[in-house]
């Protein structure tokens, strides 16, 4: 069974750092590009970044410079660096496996965890 | 940025009801078009993937049309698990991926 369990979220100040990690189990975790994408308290879904299986990585201009996406593949995660936090970076962030299917989409899920960035 | 557009932003309807959302692109995207299903605070679940294939698992209530610029989702017979709020997602400009605003499905 896929399982993807993040980590690291909670509440940090305006300007501050955190560091999501994404366990992931249940598949190749190698062999799949991963996606950190969030969502605001009521709000829709926004990419946030991605990662190929070579390591390539991609980043939306509202977290570009800022964010930084890594994994470790013989550990089974995926991380999410943020610096600079400002409060729009208030969210539910949710890693998701990337596939390829005629299309790039999200076919499983973590749980989300919730970054709050307030003083 | 290829801009996703849904509509209506939400909608009433009762249980047997047909229910069909769009989804309109800024640009065309071919067949690049995903829907998920969020129910409240539950991640997103992918329901319909290149326009108009059904993923694993999915009731065949669900179906999905369109390729260029407009796209629907439609819910052929509304079950209770049903009344979700619904998001499209367009990957044609791979890596930078967008999805819709949302459209809120309510019990009338």
């Known amino acids: 069974e896929v399982q993807l369990v993040e980590s690291g979220g909670g509440l940090v100040q305006p300007g501050g750092s955190l560091r999501l990690s994404c366990a992931a189990s249940?598949?190749?975790?190698?062999?799949?590009?991963m996606h950190w994408v969030r969502q605001a308290t009521g709000k829709g879904l926004e990419w946030v970044s991605a990662i190929g299986t070579a390591g390539d990585t991609y980043y939306p201009g509202s977290v570009k410079g800022r964010f930084t996406i890594s994994r470790e593949n013989a550990k089974n995660s995926l991380y999410l660096q943020m610096n600079s936090l400002r409060a729009e970076d208030t969210a539910v962030y949710y890693c998701a496996r990337g596939a390829e299917m005629a299309t790039i989409l999200f076919d499983y899920w973590g749980q989300g965890t919730l970054v709050t960035v307030s003083s | 940025d290829i801009q996703m557009t849904q509509s209506p932003s939400s909608l009433s309807a009762s249980v047997g009801d047909r229910v069909t959302i769009t989804c309109r692109a800024s640009?065309?995207?071919?067949?690049?078009l995903n829907w998920y299903q969020q129910k409240p605070g539950k991640a997103p679940k992918l329901l319909i993937y290149a326009a108009s294939s059904l993923q694993s698992g999915v009731p065949s209530r669900f179906s999905g049309s369109g390729s260029g610029t407009d796209f629907t989702l439609t819910i052929s017979s509304l079950q209770p698990e049903d009344f979700a709020t619904y998001y499209c997602?367009?990957?044609?400009?791979?890596?930078?991926?967008?999805f819709g605003q949302g459209t809120r499905l309510e019990i009338k």
């Open positions: 640009q065309s995207i071919s067949s690049y």
């Open positions: 249940g598949f190749t975790f190698s062999t799949y590009d």
């Open positions: 997602q367009q990957s044609y400009s791979n890596p930078s991926i967008t």
